[in-house]
């Protein structure tokens, strides 16, 4: 540790959405602990929504991934050397003393490295990205904890006020409200957000289709079913199943707009995905399905809850065993799922 604190910290976290969702909780750790600190953070472009009102941060600095990517396949190599030159310079400009890799893969490290902290920590740094670090803090932590590998790196660091720290813009505000009328909606609502990366992660789309008719049937409320553009194809099919139980809103908001949307609801169920982590980050009352996979199961919060069922296979992560069957999450019924929603909603009543 250095022996006078620092001036400035870089924090260095590219993607994903729910890796950033959960790493936010540095922020307020960070700026409580070292309060007259400039406090930045590296991220790709598509997460910058969650963190660019933040109050807490000074500075936000983006990695244009995908332009980048179309310059190269482009041809347009004059520009894109410019443009990697000027996000150099960029950092450089700022002097951190501190950088921290949270990613620890070797395109997060470099960009560390080329910031030129002259502390740069890696958190389980891998594909040789620890050898551009000054200390490298492994990932090993017996937590059940949200965001346990972050909140091992602020202890590691002096800092103790962990809580995932999301900031929704008054403009992302508005306009919610202006969707939420022309949908019809003018009292509680509530969100699903059954769309993630891989097959065994999802809930069955029979299941999503009967929890949103109780949800309409029982409470009265009209469900809102949000997800990226990759997830209309799907959320068709789930929209097909649930009738007029469902708004169908996938594919149509920004990740800023889900925020204002999810910050406002009566209760959030979702997969282990971005946006369900933004559910507990926002203090929405939230009930997360896990299966193969559980990246925590305490979630810190009075206002959410994992259901998690353990098996034999419990957690598969990758390499499934069951054949495409997922019994993980086809032990979570509809009427389960209502059960253990029910109290988190009284938190918010």
């Known amino acids: 540790m250095s022996q006078s604190p620092p001036r400035s910290i870089l924090i260095v976290r590219l993607s994903a959405i729910g890796d950033v969702i959960l790493a936010s909780g540095l922020i307020p750790a960070l700026r409580l602990a070292y309060p007259d600190a400039r406090l930045a953070w590296l991220t790709d ?5 969650l963190l660019r009102h933040n ?3 000074d500075q936000l600095h983006l990695w244009p991934r995908r332009r980048w990517r179309e310059l190269r396949q482009n041809g347009e190599y004059r520009q894109l050397l410019r443009e990697v030159a000027g996000l150099v310079r960029e950092l450089r400009a700022e002097r951190y003393d501190w950088v921290l890799d949270l990613q620890g893969l070797l395109k997060s490290g470099v960009w560390a490295y080329a910031a030129g902290g002259q502390r740069r ?22 937590s059940p904890l949200i965001g346990k590998e972050y909140r091992k790196l602020a202890g590691f660091l002096g800092a103790d006020n962990f809580a995932l720290d999301i900031a929704v813009s008054a403009a992302d505000r508005a306009e919610a409200a202006a969707i939420k009328a022309d949908a019809g909606i003018t009292g509680a609502y509530a969100v699903i957000a059954p769309f993630t990366t891989r097959p065994q992660k999802h809930w069955f789309d029979e299941r999503w289709a009967e929890l949103a008719q109780k949800i309409q049937a029982e409470r009265g409320w009209p469900v809102l079913m949000l997800g990226g553009p990759a997830d209309r194809a799907h959320a068709a099919a789930l929209r097909a199943l649930a009738g007029d139980a469902l708004t169908d809103l996938v594919g149509q908001t920004s990740l800023g707009l889900c925020a204002a949307l999810i ?9 282990d995905t971005g946006l369900t982590h933004l559910g507990i980050a926002l203090k929405t009352p939230t009930l997360a399905l896990f299966g193969s996979t559980r990246p925590y199961l305490d979630t810190g919060s009075p206002t959410a809850r994992v259901l998690y069922q353990a098996l034999d296979c419990s957690p598969c992560r990758r390499r499934p065993t069951c054949g495409g069957t997922y019994d993980c999450m ?10 253990a929603l029910a109290p988190l909603l009284e938190t918010a009543a």
């Open 45 to 49: 472009a598509p997460q910058a929504d």
């Open 55 to 57: 109050p807490r941060l």
């Open 121 to 142: 920590i890696g958190l389980g740094s891998r594909e040789g990205s620890g050898l551009l670090m000054t200390e490298v803090l492994d990932r090993n932590v017996a």
């Open 263 to 271: 910050e406002n609801a009566r209760g959030l169920v979702g997969v």
């Open 330 to 339: 086809r032990l979570h019924s509809p009427a389960a799922v209502l059960a």
